[in-house]
């Protein structure tokens, strides 16, 4: 009997990987069957690849000024054209991708686990807890996210450190909501009474049995919040607010250009094309996301 017991302990490891294989298997399998979702992973991963092999991929150096080739239209040396200091529109495009994700990044690092504590401290504890969190989270959302961006890179002054700072700010309040709406319906759980009613910590419960369960909702909200995070950054950049000159910014490239926006259309078009594509692949991944990591989607 202990040669048995101990074969099944040795075993559940590997079936317990098994399992997680098999879901992974299964939810890439639902993904890969919905065509709009894997259009915006793909154009995810283009983006990656691109920031990632952007001084490869280049075809000139984006900060190198040539006056005596400014404003010129797209050709074979200039796939995108040439801005108003003679800089190629296309390598401080793929440059600008490299800004777009560290804006991206660094929201979601921040918004992610602030918006989940936040969220679930309130639906967990209640009371005076719940209506502190609430209340101050209700402030933040009664102001539009981008007004409410600028009043705090006003305060905090021009820049791309103060401008991710800025929206993280403004991006956790529906994170928070949503970890509060999920924890509201998890506390009064089975397995949860149980945790209680055995002694454990509230902060063990919150941890070990609340906050997983709410993983899957708020990666799928993080997702579909970066087309949020990158539209917000461009407005912040064509403000002068974000990302200063001469850094390659698709925001800023797009305020720069729009004095020349009649007769030099690619200097506005390049860059806006970038943001709708890369924000509508977030988007659609976000959707495919949600009906993979959402059982009630089945």
Known sequence: ??????????????????????SLRQGLRRLMHNPMTVAGLVVVALLLLVALFAPWIATHNPLEQNLKQALQAPSSAHWFGTDEYGRDVFSRLVH?????????????????PVGLAVGSMAGYFGGWVDNLFMRITDIFISFPS???ALAFVAALGPGLD??????????????ARLARAETLSLRHADYVVAA?????????????????????SVVVRLTMNMAAVILTAAGLGFLGLGAQPPLPEWGAMISSGRRYMIECWWLVAAPGAAIMLVSLAFNLLGDGLRDVLDPRSE
């Open 146 to 148: 981008l007004v409410l």
């Open 162 to 175: 103060h401008a991710v700072i800025a929206i993280a700010l403004t991006a956790w309040p529906p994170i």
């Open 96 to 112: 600008g991708s490299r800004i777009s994700l560290y804006i991206i990044t660094l929201v979601t690092v921040i918004v992610g």
């Open 196 to 216: 209680q009613l055995q002694g454990a910590s509230s902060a063990r419960i919150l941890l070990r049995y609340i906050v997983p369960m709410l993983l899957s």
């Open 1 to 22: 009997m202990a040669s048995s017991t101990l074969t099944r302990y040795s075993e559940t490891p590997e079936s317990a990987t098994q399992a997680l294989l098999l």
